[in-house]
T-cell receptor
C-alpha cells in the first residue's frame, strides 16, 4: 500500500545533540510538510516543500532545517536539540501545492529531548 | 493570520448523534478539512468543504458556511470506535504562493456506552 513512512518511531535525545527525522513517500506527491503536535496546541507547520529543490518556512521553523533533494524524501534536522522540541512530529504530503489537495500523514515520530 | 476555534472535549452516547463545531477567521480561504485522529496515531482525512452546504459521507457529514466562518462535523449512529480527536483545518493561500493548512486544536470526543 502506498503511503508515507517516518523513522524513527520514537527517540530519546540528549539536549545539544543533532537529530534527523526521516520521511519518505511513494505517492509521487509534489508537496511535503513537517508538523509538530503538542498537547493543547494542535498541529503546527514547521517547514514545507512545494516541489523537489524548494523549501519554505511554516509557523514554527526556528531550530529546524529541511532539504528536498528528490520527490520522495523530506528529512527534518534539529541541529542542536532543546527540551522545548520534545513533541510528536508528523510528515505529510499532498499531490499539488497549487491547489487545495488533501494532505496525507505519516505515522509520526515521538521525540523526547532531555 | 488564522484563528480557528473548536471545543476542547465532548462526550456522547453510543448510537446517538453529535455535532462538532468549528469557527474560523482567515484571509484567502480556500476550503475546510476535517480529520480524525485516534490516540497515538496519525490524522486521517474525513471530509473537505469548499462551497457552502452539506457534504454527506456515510455516517459522517460536514457543513460549511463561508459567510459565517463556520463549519460543523456531524457524526450519526455513534460507535465506540468513533472515540477520537477531530481536527478542523482551514486551507488558505499563503504569502509564499501556495495553499497551506492551519489546524484547530482539536476536539476530543469520548463515546460512552
Amino acid at each position: 500500500i502506498a503511503g508515507i513512512t517516518q523513522a524513527p518511531t520514537s527517540q530519546i535525545l540528549a539536549a545539544g545533540r543533532r537529530m534527523t527525522l526521516r520521511c519518505t513517500q511513494d505517492m509521487r506527491h509534489n508537496a511535503m510538510y513537517w508538523y509538530r503536535q503538542d498537547l493543547g496546541l494542535g498541529l503546527r507547520l514547521i517547514h514545507y516543500s512545494n516541489t523537489a529543490g524548494t523549501t519554505g518556512k511554516g509557523e514554527v521553523p526556528d531550530g529546524y532545517s529541511v532539504s528536498r533533494a528528490n520527490t520522495d524524501d523530506f528529512p527534518l534536522t534539529l541541529a542542536s536539540a532543546v527540551p522545548s522540541q520534545t513533541s510528536v512530529y508528523f510528515c505529510a504530503s499532498s499531490r499539488d501545492w497549487r491547489t487545495t489537495d488533501t494532505q496525507y500523514f505519516g505515522p509520526g515520530t515521538r521525540l523526547t529531548v532531555l | 493570520g488564522q484563528n480557528i476555534d473548536q471545543p476542547t472535549e465532548m462526550t456522547a452516547t453510543e448510537g446517538a448523534i453529535v455535532q462538532i463545531n468549528c469557527t474560523y477567521q482567515t484571509s484567502g480561504f480556500n476550503g475546510l478539512f476535517w480529520y480524525q485522529q485516534h490516540a497515538g496515531e496519525a490524522p486521517t482525512f474525513l471530509s473537505y468543504n469548499v462551497l457552502d452546504g452539506l457534504e454527506e459521507k456515510g455516517r459522517f457529514s460536514s457543513f460549511l458556511s463561508r459567510s459565517k466562518g463556520y463549519s460543523y462535523l456531524l457524526l450519526k449512529e455513534l460507535q465506540m470506535k468513533d472515540s477520537a480527536s477531530y481536527l478542523c483545518a482551514v486551507s488558505a493561500f499563503s504569502g509564499a504562493g501556495s495553499y497551506q493548512l492551519t489546524f484547530g486544536k482539536g476536539t476530543k470526543l469520548s463515546v460512552i456506552p
